[in-house]
């Protein structure tokens, strides 16, 4: 178990102790997406949905859910984010939306969940937004895609 930060010698779960790492610039992105028929994409596009404007309202919840990562993750540290943005872009070919997260803070540990959360709740949202024109669309390759800063230094997914 000794590789498995979040327990204790004993086998509790323990926030980690980051007191002692030094404070480094760190970065993630973190992709996701949301597959759905031509048609429903259609509403999108044309603004067309009953709810409003999906990718508007998906981008600040995801934002939103970024920020409250560590009320929602047992275990996270609450960060001072100083960047999370949230971007969600149209993809014909899947058919269906991209959401892309990047969280950025000056810290000692990183912001990995941050923008894994951010892309996951833009995602539920789009869906939500969208249930009534399609209950089958596919919530997918939720994944981090680059992460940077601390003594780990650079990942590319």
């Known amino acids: 178990m000794s590789d ?4 204790d010698k004993s086998g509790r779960a323990t926030m980690v102790d980051v007191s002692d ?7 993630a992105v973190a992709r996701g997406q949301v597959q759905m028929r031509a048609e429903t994409l259609a509403k999108v596009k044309s603004g067309q949905n009953k709810k409003g404007q999906v990718q508007s309202v998906a981008e600040i919840a995801g934002i939103m859910a970024g920020k409250k990562t ?3 993750i ?3 540290h609450p960060l ?3 960047k999370l943005i949230v971007e969600i872009d149209i993809d014909e070919d899947l058919p269906g939306l991209v959401v892309t997260a990047e969280a950025k ?3 000692q540990t990183g912001v990995e969940m941050e923008a ?6 833009a995602c539920l949202t789009i869906y939500d937004m969208l249930k009534a024109s399609e ?3 596919v919530i997918s390759d939720i994944r981090l895609i680059h992460k940077s800063g601390g003594k780990s230094g650079d990942w590319d997914g």
């Open 4 to 7: 498995l930060t979040h327990i």
């Open 21 to 27: 790492k030094a404070e480094t610039a760190r970065r």
């Open 70 to 72: 560590s009320e929602l």
């Open 74 to 76: 047992p275990l996270c």
């Open 80 to 82: 001072p984010l100083t």
């Open 105 to 107: 803070t000056k810290g």
């Open 116 to 121: 894994l959360t951010a892309a996951s709740v």
């Open 135 to 137: 209950k089958g669309m």
